[in-house]
């Protein structure tokens, strides 16, 4: 897929208040311009993912795949706050020639749909035929059929919920303790700042996504007679360094607040009244050992739909199933995009 930058030279208003004069968005796009009427595919990205799917999701997307950026136009927006292009902390604020650390804006999902919007207009996209997003890829899907409940024709929310759950909060709270037990992360002298307690919030965090099950699978001690237990701890600490050689602790801090402001209802009457505005043709799909979103909430989510299917991948994995249970996801998602593959 090809890389793309789009600078928008216009202020962009964020919902809690704030202002910026000037927004770079990252997107990657299919290898060739976009032919208005072919088959749009809109992916959005998870929270420490990038714009490139075949990246994070190469099982999934690239030739010969069951998203194959030669029979469609896939599309894909880097977040808002994410370090891999699009505007954030991370970004160089022209008032003071430094990064913004925390002189950037809070944001909440609404504004980071708010800038692929744009992304979509500026590429003349007037429908998309299939958008699908896992995790809080899910909320920014959520949120744009809502907020654009003309464009999307077929959605599908993958490990995702219309709200944030207290028990994710709880989560993203003890993620942003662990930086701001970091001294060097309030400091801000630079990037490098928090990188020990970026660490430490990608280790709690891991632990929310997978499962006790898939943890003493992959993570059970070679020797019998072992004195102290450490291999768990061992890919702890290698998952914590590895976040922190390609993330930045400031980026993480924003995502994490953008996970909290997840509400589909705010503002709109209720989650109900807002997913009564909803004109795509949805899917839900829940992991059944999936904690943070539990298919209780994906089965109730259906429910509230005008017309939904629901779907569930069986996985030891918990809420990172949505990377490993390919297969499944495959024989899932295979018969909706049928309609698309006879274009």
Not at 42 to 53: D, E, F, R, V
């Given at each position: 897929m090809k890389r793309h930058t789009l600078v928008i030279e216009e202020p962009f208003e964020f919902e809690e208040g704030g202002r910026l004069e000037r927004l770079e968005m990252v997107y990657h796009t299919s290898d060739r311009a976009y032919r208005p009427g072919e088959t749009v595919v809109w992916i959005c990205h998870a929270l420490t993912g990038n714009s490139n799917p075949e990246d994070w999701w190469p099982q999934l997307v690239g030739k010969g795949k069951l998203?194959?950026?030669?029979?469609?136009?896939?599309?894909?927006a880097a977040m808002l706050c994410s370090p891999y292009g699009a505007t954030g902390p991370a970004s160089v604020n022209p008032a003071t020639g430094k990064p913004y650390m925390f002189d950037f804006p809070r944001t909440t999902v609404r504004d980071i749909v708010a800038a692929e919007i744009l992304v979509r207009k500026h590429l003349g996209i007037e429908r998309i035929d299939l958008m699908l997003g896992p995790s809080i890829g899910g909320f920014q899907a959520l949120e744009w059929v809502i907020m654009e409940p003309e464009v999307v024709r077929d959605v599908v929310f993958l490990a995702t919920a219309t709200r944030v759950l207290p028990y994710m909060t709880a989560f993203n709270e003890s993620q942003r303790m662990a930086l701001e037990a970091d001294p060097t992360f309030r400091e801000a002298k630079d990037l490098t700042g928090g990188r020990k307690g970026l660490a430490c919030a990608r280790s709690i965090a891991l632990i929310s996504y997978r499962t006790y099950e898939g943890y003493n699978l992959t993570q059970r001690e070679k020797e019998e007679d072992t004195l102290f237990a450490d291999r768990a701890g061992s890919y702890q600490r290698y998952q914590?360094?590895?976040?922190?050689?390609?993330?930045?602790?400031?980026?993480?801090?924003?995502?994490?607040?953008?996970?909290?402001?997840?509400?589909?209802?705010?503002g709109r009457g209720g989650v109900e009244a807002a997913l009564a505005r909803i004109q795509a043709n949805c899917m839900m799909i829940?992991?059944?050992?999936?904690?943070?979103?539990?298919?209780?909430?994906?089965?109730a989510t259906v429910a509230a739909l005008k017309s939904a299917q629901y779907r569930e991948l069986s996985s030891r994995f918990g809420h990172d199933g949505f990377l490993i249970e390919t297969e499944q996801l495959t024989d899932i998602l295979l018969p909706f995009l049928e309609k698309y593959m006879k274009r």
């Amino acid at each position: 897929m090809k890389r793309h930058t789009l600078v928008i030279e216009e202020p962009f208003e964020f919902e809690e208040g704030g202002r910026l004069e000037r927004l770079e968005m990252v997107y990657h796009t299919s290898d060739r311009a976009y032919r208005p009427g072919e088959t749009v595919v809109w992916i959005c990205h998870a929270l420490t993912g990038n714009s490139n799917p075949e990246d994070w999701w190469p099982q999934l997307v690239g030739k010969g795949k069951l998203f194959d950026p030669d029979r469609y136009f896939i599309v894909c927006a880097a977040m808002l706050c994410s370090p891999y292009g699009a505007t954030g902390p991370a970004s160089v604020n022209p008032a003071t020639g430094k990064p913004y650390m925390f002189d950037f804006p809070r944001t909440t999902v609404r504004d980071i749909v708010a800038a692929e919007i744009l992304v979509r207009k500026h590429l003349g996209i007037e429908r998309i035929d299939l958008m699908l997003g896992p995790s809080i890829g899910g909320f920014q899907a959520l949120e744009w059929v809502i907020m654009e409940p003309e464009v999307v024709r077929d959605v599908v929310f993958l490990a995702t919920a219309t709200r944030v759950l207290p028990y994710m909060t709880a989560f993203n709270e003890s993620q942003r303790m662990a930086l701001e037990a970091d001294p060097t992360f309030r400091e801000a002298k630079d990037l490098t700042g928090g990188r020990k307690g970026l660490a430490c919030a990608r280790s709690i965090a891991l632990i929310s996504y997978r499962t006790y099950e898939g943890y003493n699978l992959t993570q059970r001690e070679k020797e019998e007679d072992t004195l102290f237990a450490d291999r768990a701890g061992s890919y702890q600490r290698y998952q914590g360094k590895k976040l922190v050689d390609r993330f930045d602790a400031y980026s993480y801090w924003y995502l994490t607040l953008a996970l909290d402001s997840q509400n589909v209802g705010r503002g709109r009457g209720g989650v109900e009244a807002a997913l009564a505005r909803i004109q795509a043709n949805c899917m839900m799909i829940s992991i059944d050992s999936d904690v943070l979103f539990p298919p209780s909430h994906g089965m109730a989510t259906v429910a509230a739909l005008k017309s939904a299917q629901y779907r569930e991948l069986s996985s030891r994995f918990g809420h990172d199933g949505f990377l490993i249970e390919t297969e499944q996801l495959t024989d899932i998602l295979l018969p909706f995009l049928e309609k698309y593959m006879k274009r």
